[in-house]
């Protein structure tokens, strides 16, 4: 049976090729697709990562849900004790406290509303990658009173490096306080709503300006993403019995969760669509192979063989080409995806966001087998009705064919 197949397939090359190219172009679409997507993820991913939350991050049990009415209700009174317990879990790089608060800048013309951070700066220089300062420099341990403005905030006060300003908050005990500093620097992350209200500071100059040796949280940058949900655990077994909360990247990062549901769901449409198109294309090949052959298959049952033994044949002549158009396909998805990564792809600033980035084809093993069976389903089910139709064909009437 698989030799009749086999050289029935190879028998009218044409046909053969016209199936091929239907099957090899879906699986190739849906691998160049999900490679796009996939990429997007990652990319959109580590940007948040590294521009703002880092992996993980500790905070007093409460802070999460009403930190942002009640800040200082939620301080962590040794933020110290807590980085070095941090420090001592596996796949850690980088740990570190900051401390957050609201307020005004005042550069003495006028004065906007401003979320400000207290941090660590050269442990977040290392953290923040996807930081890019586009003016001045960035922020250093030795700038005891230097300020970085988010792209925004620059623009709306018409600030550059070098120039001095004021920020005004309101302390712990209610008093207001405020400390002179000069810009060091400009910055964008990915966020053009953050950049726009963001400025950061030193971590003692802020624990200086509320009046505490306090911080809000506590945050974890790992060797890999992949090991998050276990450190998490980790931290959170450790944690448990303090009053401590832990909280991963993608619960602080709500829109990460609702962009990876929405690029998936239009994947699954994408996946519905090229299983449509290969079916259809298929569906008219087999449909073409099987009016031309009837009076062979005619022939088949004359010499007593029975429909079902035409049936298996068509759907083996059929399972062939499936996995030869399928398996052709991944590889040439991959070396395509490969081969477009090596150059990328240059795109736009995505919405919320000012800067553009390079895309790539990432090579996943799971979509590359999805594509593979994608294609390789869609050429087996195509087969089935007509394989189906001709092997309940009269006899008599397939021999006709051959007059």
């Known amino acids: 049976m698989l030799r009749l197949a086999l050289r029935n397939v190879f028998r009218h090359r044409l046909r053969t090729a016209l199936t091929l190219a239907a099957i090899v172009s879906g699986v190739v679409g849906l691998i160049l697709s999900g490679g796009f997507i996939e990429d997007s993820l990652v990319q959109l991913r580590e940007a948040t990562i590294h521009s703002q939350v880092g992996h993980l991050q500790i905070y007093k049990a409460g802070y999460y849900a009403q930190g942002s009415q009640m800040p200082y209700r939620y301080m962590i009174d040794k933020p110290q004790q807590l980085v070095d317990l941090a420090k001592t879990m596996p796949r850690v790089q980088e740990v570190m406290a900051r401390l957050n608060f609201t307020g005004m800048l005042d550069n003495g013309r006028t004065a906007i509303p401003i979320l400000g951070t207290g941090l660590e700066p050269e442990a977040e220089a290392r953290l923040g990658s996807s930081v890019r300062i586009i003016e001045g420099r960035q922020l250093s341990d030795k700038d005891a009173f230097g300020i970085l403005l988010g792209e925004g905030v620059a623009s709306a006060a018409k600030l550059k490096p070098g120039d001095r300003v004021t920020l005004l908050v309101t302390a712990v005990e209610g008093a207001l306080n405020t400390l002179d500093f000069e810009v060091v620097g400009v910055f964008r992350s990915f966020s053009r709503d953050h950049d726009a209200r963001a400025v950061r500071i030193p971590l003692r100059a802020a624990q200086e300006l509320l009046d505490v040796k306090a911080a809000n949280a506590i945050v974890v940058l790992l060797d890999d993403t992949a090991a998050t949900n276990e450190i998490a655990a980790g931290l959170k077994q450790k944690l448990e019995s303090g ?161």
Do not use: H
């Not at 090579?363 to 390789?376: C, I, K, M, R, T």
């Open 243 to 403: 009053g401590y909360e832990v909280m991963t990247w993608d619960q602080l990062a709500d829109f990460y969760d609702k962009t990876a549901a929405l690029y998936r769901r239009q994947f699954g449409v994408l996946q519905l669509i090229v299983l449509i198109a290969v079916l259809l294309s298929v569906v008219n090949s087999v449909n073409m192979s099987i009016f031309e052959r009837t009076g062979e298959f005619g022939t088949l049952m004359a010499l007593g063989n029975k429909g079902k033994a035409v049936f298996r044949l068509v759907l083996t002549e059929n399972l062939i080409l499936g996995l030869i158009g399928s398996a052709g396909g991944a590889l040439l998805g991959m070396l395509l995806a490969w081969g477009i990564s090596s150059v990328g792809i240059p795109m736009p600033p995505p919405p919320n966001s000012n800067s553009g980035y390079t895309a790539l084809i990432r090579v996943v093993p799971s979509v590359v087998l999805g594509a593979f069976l994608v294609g390789f389903a869609a050429t087996i089910v195509a087969s089935l009705l007509p394989a189906r139709r001709v092997a309940r064909l009269p006899v008599v009437e397939a021999l006709r064919q051959n007059q």
